[in-house]
């Protein structure tokens, strides 16, 4: 009965300290609050500045700091790994800001936002079946540098945006290439085929055409289609010498001893 009251006692203490910190948040000037969200934001201390710069936005939605706050906001929450968070953040900033001098800072923080959520869930992709993944961040991901490349030609941000979007398309076409190997593994030859083309069609210059290749290949052999299986491999001869099925001097299929190096090779190492 003792410990049920002490635990009580400690509980209406804590009620009280949480309802004083707001009391005296209440009671700070907008200087005193963006100096508090700024040392916060120094010391990487995230959910703090959040606390703060969230009091910040809702007692002086029209202040001196409002903007920055605002901009304030979609950082920490990305550095907060709140990504989906940031990214809306990020939109709403945009929306009512077409004329402000950081648009572009907006614009890239929303497309790594956005980027990173995808990043984050394709690390646990080879806990899941190729249904599993969902490419919904990542194509909000290469939209959104597409969209901001297009509006600031000129950002200092280019670099790192082409190199993100490269590293989408390779990313995209591997989740392609998974499923036509999960076709081929139920020896759905026709569906691994139809798999494989799409990514030779949809995501040229990726180094995952390579792969897809050998997919046609192994599928088109299953089939017994002759003159696909050679001009396949012929392709994967000439364009890429180097690519893993061939390092024995002729064509051999990496999964046969190990499905999961397939795996491996089709899904890590894309976001390094």
């Given at each position: 009965?003792?410990?049920?009251?002490?635990?009580?006692?400690?509980f209406?203490?804590?009620?009280?300290?949480?309802?004083?910190?707001?009391?005296?948040?209440?009671?700070?000037?907008?200087?005193?609050?963006?100096?508090?969200?700024?040392?916060?934001?120094?010391?990487?201390?995230?959910?703090?500045a959040?606390?703060?710069?969230?009091?910040?936005?809702?007692?002086?939605?029209?202040?001196?700091?409002?903007?920055?706050?605002?901009?304030?906001?979609?950082?920490?929450?990305?550095?907060?790994?709140?990504?989906?968070?940031?990214?809306?953040?990020?939109?709403?900033?945009?929306?009512?800001?077409?004329?402000?001098?950081?648009?572009?800072?907006?614009?890239?923080?929303?497309?790594?936002?956005?980027?990173?959520q995808?990043?984050?869930?394709?690390?646990?992709?080879?806990?899941?079946?190729?249904?599993?993944?969902?490419?919904?961040?990542?194509?909000?991901?290469?939209?959104?540098?597409?969209?901001?490349?297009?509006?600031?030609?000129n950002?200092q941000y280019?670099?790192?945006?082409?190199?993100?979007?490269?590293?989408?398309?390779?990313?995209?076409?591997?989740?392609?290439?998974?499923?036509?190997?999960?076709?081929?593994?139920?020896?759905?030859?026709?569906?691994?085929?139809?798999?494989?083309?799409?990514?030779l069609d949809?995501?040229?210059?990726?180094?995952?055409?390579?792969?897809?290749?050998?997919?046609?290949?192994?599928?088109?052999k299953?089939?017994?289609?002759?003159?696909?299986?050679?001009y396949?491999?012929?392709l994967?001869?000439?364009?890429f010498?180097?690519?893993?099925?061939?390092?024995?001097?002729?064509?051999?299929?990496?999964?046969?001893?190990e499905?999961?190096?397939?795996?491996?090779?089709?899904?890590?190492?894309?976001?390094?």
């Open positions: 009965m003792q410990s049920k009251l002490f635990l009580s006692f400690i209406v203490c804590f009620l009280q300290a949480c309802a004083s910190g707001k009391l005296v948040d209440d009671l700070k000037s907008e200087g005193e609050l963006f100096e508090n969200a700024q040392k916060y934001l120094d010391q990487k201390n995230y959910p703090l959040i606390g703060q710069l969230e009091t910040l936005e809702s007692r002086f939605p029209f202040g001196l700091y409002s903007n920055e706050v605002k901009l304030q906001l979609i950082f920490a929450h990305y550095k907060n790994n709140a990504f989906s968070i940031a990214a809306l953040h990020a939109e709403r900033f945009i929306r009512f800001n077409l004329d402000h001098e950081q648009l572009d800072y907006a614009y890239f923080l929303k497309a790594m936002s956005y980027y990173s995808y990043q984050s869930s394709a690390s646990s992709l080879l806990k899941r079946g190729p249904e599993g993944f969902d490419q919904t961040a990542g194509k909000e991901a290469f939209t959104s540098f597409q969209q901001w490349i297009a509006v600031f030609p950002t280019r670099a790192q945006a082409q190199a993100k979007m490269r590293i989408l398309k390779e990313s995209f076409a591997a989740y392609e290439n998974r499923i036509g190997l999960f076709y081929l593994n139920g020896q759905n030859y026709v569906a691994a085929i139809n798999r494989a083309n799409f990514v949809n995501f040229p210059g990726t180094q995952e055409q390579g792969n897809a290749l050998s997919i046609l290949i192994l599928a088109n299953a089939l017994g289609n002759e003159a696909q299986y050679e396949a491999l012929n994967l001869t000439t364009y010498p180097d690519h893993l099925a061939l390092q024995s001097g002729s064509f051999k299929t990496p999964f046969v001893e499905k999961r190096l397939w795996v491996q090779i089709l899904t890590l190492g894309f976001f390094s």
